[in-house]
């Protein structure tokens, strides 16, 4: 009966603090809220729909100069950490999700699909230091876009399904 109510149980901070995940009795490997990484990247999705907009509405702003670095940090911060303390889409999304029942998964997929996220920030940042057209940003921009709305609103995570078939990950629950 613990197992069940520990399952159950939702902290903001994980303990010890700084794990990337919290220890689920009974689950073995360190786990990470679903329901909370689904809404940052419902947050990461708004993101890159406003930045798209901006690119295309107004170029002269220049929006990947901002939100290039935000979003290498924010991923970095997740897949080193997990989602709390020093991901801020992590800590709103998690804040968002307080109230509704966690649904356990485990980190490495999402780990691996947070380096890649990292990675196409680092993409966009770099095309827009070398002064590539807005089309090549636009192109990584809404590759962003898709996946994030795949994971927010389907909860399907391409970066977990790719980690799954690369790595043969058994426990993974890939939609």
């Known amino acids: 009966m613990r197992s069940k109510e520990q399952k159950q149980y939702h902290t903001f901070f994980t303990i ?10 009974g689950e073995g490997d360190l786990r990470i809220d679903e329901t909370a990484t689904r809404a940052r990247a419902g947050l990461l999705n708004i993101l890159s729909a406003a930045t798209m907009f901006i ?16 979003v290498i940090f924010d991923m970095a911060m997740a897949a080193m950490f997990g989602l709390t303390p020093l991901s801020p889409s992590g800590v709103l999304g998690t804040a968002i999700t307080m109230k509704s029942k966690p649904v356990w998964k485990p980190i490495k997929p999402k780990r691996f699909a947070w380096i890649l996220g990292a990675t196409m920030g680092i993409t966009c940042l770099v095309f827009r230091l070398l002064d590539y057209s807005n089309v090549w940003l636009l192109s990584v921009l809404g590759m962003c876009f898709m996946l994030t709305w795949l994971e927010a609103v389907l909860g399907f995570c391409v970066g977990c399904w790719m980690h799954s078939k690369l790595f043969g990950c058994e426990e993974c629950d890939v939609n």
């Not at 010890?16 to 009795?25: D, E, H, K, T, Y």
């Not at 690119?55 to 935000?70: K, N, Q, S, T």
């Open 16 to 25: 010890p603090m700084l794990a990337m995940g919290q220890n689920i009795p």
């Open 55 to 70: 690119l295309i509405v107004r170029p002269e702003w220049d929006p990947v100069i901002y939100v290039g670095p935000y």
